[in-house]
Nanobody
Framework: QVQLMESGGGLVQPGGSLRLSCAASGSITSGVGINWHRQAPGKRREWVAGIGSDGNTYYADSVKGRGTISRDNAKNTVYLQMNSLKPEDTAVYYC?????WGQGTQVIVSS
């Protein structure tokens, strides 16, 4: 089972950017889809973005136009670039390959 570890979260001002990383302990082949989810305080976990085995990318309406998901198979890492961050983007962000979940990385958007 692949182990996933997120990083790159932090405190950022509204309008700022962050690049979240999802590093896998094993090989993330091009045949594995990876998704990002997030959970804000007091809210249910929600899907944010995904990259399919075919390389196609998908985004929730809430981040469409502001988020970019990408993968570097050589580094076994998937990235989520988030721009124009809003306070409502504050959440713990998780990546998953459907079998495994990382421990999450906290993003706080606040002035």
């Amino acid at each position: 089972q692949v182990q996933l570890m997120e990083s790159g979260g932090g405190l950022v001002q509204p309008g700022g950017s962050l690049r979240l990383s999802c590093a896998a302990s094993g090989s993330i082949t091009s045949g594995v889809g990876i998704n990002w989810h997030r959970q804000a305080p007091g809210k249910r976990r929600e899907w944010v973005a995904g990259i399919g085995s075919d390389g196609n990318t998908y985004y929730a309406d809430s981040v469409k136009g502001r988020g970019t998901i990408s993968r570097d198979n050589a580094k076994n890492t998937v990235y989520l670039q988030m721009n124009s961050l809003k306070p409502e983007d504050t959440a713990v962000y998780y990546c998953t390959d459907s079998d495994s979940w990382g421990q999450g990385t906290q993003v706080i958007v606040s002035s």
